[in-house]
């Protein structure tokens, strides 16, 4: 029975030194920066096509991050940032679509533009100098993978900001 025991602590012995290795690989370059992220675009003017800006992010994004855009509209009385998700759909007087804010995202980059009628007749507050905010939520946040996330807390950048702790007082400017 000895020799049994003997013979097990040998072989346990050699298995759990032999466990250590040389360290994995680095990581896809650029995503030492935890995410999620969120980038500000500044001065984007829409011509009179509906083109915005096409913007590069600075390192590709993961195949299943999401990418979602506020645009600034206005600042509270104590002086708070008021941010609308897009799309944002503008309407004519008799409640016909006029224009809508949108945007598209890849790994590399997004777009931001308008899609409507009478593009060149959109009025210059709505047109020129609009800033955005884009936030990158990861695929898997890793904060709370128990609790399913409610996508209506998408539409309130707060919520977002405030759901994956995410400072914003000091916002990378993509532009």
Not at 138 to 165: E, H, Q, R, W
């Amino acid at each position: 029975m000895k020799k049994i025991i003997t013979l097990f602590a040998i072989i346990g012995l050699v298995a759990f030194s032999s466990c250590e290795g040389p360290e994995g690989p680095m990581g896809p370059p650029g995503f030492d920066t935890p995410l999620p992220q969120v980038f500000e675009v500044n001065n984007v003017a829409f011509d009179a096509n509906g083109n915005g800006i096409v913007q590069r992010f600075k390192t590709s994004i993961l195949s299943g991050d999401v990418v979602l855009i506020y645009r600034l509209t206005g600042v509270t009385g104590n002086n708070r940032d008021v941010w609308s998700p897009i799309p944002e759909s503008h309407y004519y007087t008799d409640g016909t679509l006029f224009f809508t804010y949108k945007f598209n995202f890849s790994q590399d980059d997004f777009e931001i533009y308008v899609d409507g009628f009478e593009l060149n007749t959109i009025p210059n507050n709505l047109r020129t100098n609009q800033t955005f905010r884009i936030v990158i939520v990861p695929a898997d946040d890793g904060f709370n993978t128990k609790k399913s996330v409610n996508k209506a807390d998408y539409l309130d950048y707060d919520a977002v900001i405030k759901k994956y702790n995410i400072d914003d007082s000091n916002v990378k400017r993509l532009n």
